[in-house]
């Protein structure tokens, strides 16, 4: 995956353009003097993200700049987003434009391409799916806070840091001081790290919907049982409907004639009385007629909900199947899938070169590539699937309840039937046997029906048990207390490679708090307990990169790139020389290992973007190579000065 700054466009009120590149891949420094727009850089990116407020500072770069753009590089080609300057009286612009380019061959775009066509809430949504977030719900844990989609904008969380955060013993993630962001970075924390289930919350209302369904089918087929009656019912409904001339006398018939001649007796006529149009317009024939239309549908929907079931099914065992292949086969390590080094004719397992190229190389890759891009297809279907899957199982619960309902009224309707039993008028007779016999060839129909009933009950009771499984909730914290113990581990690497104080004792993320505690054998420290800011924002720094190392291995939908505004600031004041005689050695050293961890990170990720925006200028040739712009001269920033003039 990747979701990198390719450039950022800049467009004054003429129309004019000025572009600032990024290399991907790569450590960027912009540095410079004091108040030429460094800080701005990290503003810009925020708001053409889909920022909810404007984040430019008041001054030049606001004066100036009509619209803000941000071409991305992205797994599906090179994005552009941009985001006009809030127009006159208005405190943000509400409409931004997204659109794909031509390849990372096209040219800088004009300001007539950035056609307004989107609105900020569902740039956001397209830029979360094109970043790789896709459906999904955040667990808050119940309450009265109600669940939410993790987006691009959640992300950012992990990705952006600003001077005033960077080197702040207690904000360790961008915006943690706003109101109701702690909370938000600790509910999709989670979800970034991969150790949750992205529809745990929509799994959760299944489940309680499919308890809900289990217990209305359990209440109907013990009512269906209640109602039930030995089959010797058949027998007295036959002689009765004898006596009053509705049939035959019955004889020595099996039950299967009995129930046929009964059926021939309920729609035989009344007589010239005529009780039909009673029962055909009155209460019980109206509840006759609905009750055919409910079964109808419920019928309907159980072949539906059936077909969706093995669909569902069939899904699963073949992403699990392919999923397990694939795993096994990358696992191994032997293949290097999207790895440029792989060509066909490099040996795949020690890289030397073939004397004679072997093709199958290329052909197994692509078909891993290919197997994972159906195996994220399926991924994507599944949980539609089953959403449809749970909304019908509801529907289907409710024709139930309704089918309860409508046979109490029924039998209701009938006990008033039975009434006419007591007349002497023939037509009446017959036309309450008529109504008897009716009732009964509907508790025949829900014999055949309750074992279907069971059927459906025990399947139901399987998918709860699935679904509570997938809900364990002991197993969801066992792994993310998993994934924090392999990032703590990563932390205290990178602290030691700092030489922050205390290294190397191990150096853990408290989630709970959003702060690094340090275990060491005096106790435990809280970042805020720890001295100097040289440990502030080497501690900021390792948390960063080990969260950003467990992003890339487990392919996690994060931006591959990480802003950082000015990490120097505890060493030395913004515009004092690097080689300044007012330098300690130790402060320079400090710096130094800082922008080394990060070349070195961004090396050996081999897809990762750092963007340092500092007043730091180290002379070292690597340093020198990674610096992309230098702002210290008259008139030079992120802005032209021809523009201010």
């Not at 599906?76 to 300057?85: F, M, S, T």
């Not at 719900?137 to 669940?147: E, F, N, P």
């Not at 009950?457 to 679904?467: D, G, Q, S, T, Y």
């Amino acid at each position: 995956m990747t979701f990198q700054i390719r450039a950022i466009h800049l467009f004054n009120y003429q129309g004019e353009r000025h572009t600032l590149p990024f290399r991907l891949d790569r450590l960027n420094v912009i540095t410079g003097a004091s108040a030429r727009g460094k800080s701005s850089v990290l503003d810009i990116v925020s708001y053409c993200l889909g920022s909810a407020d404007y984040p430019v500072p008041a001054g030049v770069i606001r004066d100036t700049v009509a619209f803000y753009a941000l071409e991305l590089e992205t797994s599906d080609g090179v994005l552009l987003v941009a985001r006009p300057a809030p127009q006159e009286k208005r405190s943000v612009s509400t409409q931004m434009h997204l659109s794909f380019r031509g390849g990372s061959t096209a040219g800088a775009p004009e300001l007539a391409e950035l056609a307004l066509n989107s609105d900020v809430d569902s740039a956001v949504q397209r830029l979360s799916l094109i970043l790789g977030i896709g459906d999904n719900l955040t667990d808050v844990g119940g309450g009265s806070r109600r669940s939410y989609a993790a987006t691009v904008r959640h992300a950012l969380y992990f990705v952006l840091q600003a001077q005033d955060e960077v080197a702040s013993p207690d904000l360790l993630f961008h915006g943690q001081n706003e109101e109701w962001v702690p909370q938000s970075i600790r509910d999709v924390l989670p979800f970034f790290l991969g150790v949750v289930d992205p529809f745990f919350v929509l799994k959760q209302d299944q489940l309680r919907a499919k308890e809900r369904s289990l217990r209305a089918l359990q209440k109907r087929a013990a009512d269906e049982r209640a109602i039930s009656e030995p089959n010797d019912r058949a027998r007295l409904l036959a002689v009765e409907a004898a006596a009053v001339g509705l049939m035959e006398p019955a004889g020595d018939m099996t039950q299967a004639e009995l129930v046929e001649a009964l059926f021939g007796a309920s729609r035989t006529g009344v007589g010239a009385e005529g009780v039909a149009p009673v029962l055909g317009d009155g209460l019980l024939g109206e509840l006759l007629e609905q009750r055919e239309g409910v079964r109808t549908e419920h019928d309907h929907l159980r072949r539906e909900i059936s077909r969706l079931r093995s669909l569902v099914r069939y899904e699963s065992d073949f992403a699990g199947e392919a999923g397990e292949q694939h795993a096994r086969l990358s696992s191994l390590g032997l293949l290097r899938i999207g790895n440029e080094v792989g060509a066909a004719d490099t040996c795949p397992i020690c890289d030397s070169i073939l004397p004679d190229p072997v093709t199958d190389v290329d052909q197994i890759r692509r078909s891993l590539e290919r197997v994972a891009s159906e195996i994220q297809d399926v991924g994507d279907e599944l949980p539609r699937l089953q959403a449809i899957l749970g909304e019908n199982e509801l529907r289907l619960a409710e024709l139930a309840d309704r089918l309860r309902l409508n046979q109490l009224a029924i039998d209701q309707a009938t006990a008033t039937q039975e009434l006419f039993a007591s007349l002497r008028d023939q037509s009446l007779q017959r036309a309450a046997v008529r109504g008897r016999i009716s009732l009964y060839l509907e508790s025949v129909n829900r014999e055949v029906e309750s074992a279907f009933l069971d059927e459906r009950i025990a399947e139901l009771a399987a998918e709860i048990e699935e679904l509570r499984a997938d809900l364990d909730a002991d197993a969801a914290a066992e792994r993310l207390a998993s994934a924090l113990s392999r990032i703590s581990h990563s932390m205290t690497d990178f602290a030691t490679d700092l030489k922050l104080e205390h290294s190397p004792a191990p150096a853990r993320l408290d989630i709970r708090n959003l702060t690094v505690v340090v275990d060491t054998a005096g106790g435990s420290y809280r970042l805020n307990q720890i001295g100097s800011g040289e440990n502030w924002v080497g501690y900021h720094i390792a948390t960063l990169l080990a969260l950003h190392e467990h992003f890339l291995e487990e392919r996690r939908p994060v931006p591959r790139f990480l802003v950082l505004d000015q990490p120097s600031q505890v060493y030395f004041p913004p515009d004092v020389s690097f080689d300044s005689p007012d330098i300690t050695d130790d402060d320079r050293d400090g710096i130094r290992r800082i922008y080394t961890e990060l070349n070195t990170f961004v090396h050996a990720s081999g897809g990762f973007q750092i963007i340092v925006l500092d007043h730091a200028d180290l002379q070292d040739d690597w340093f020198q190579d990674s610096v992309i712009q230098r702002w210290r001269g008259e008139g030079e920033g992120l802005v032209p000065a021809s523009w201010v003039r």
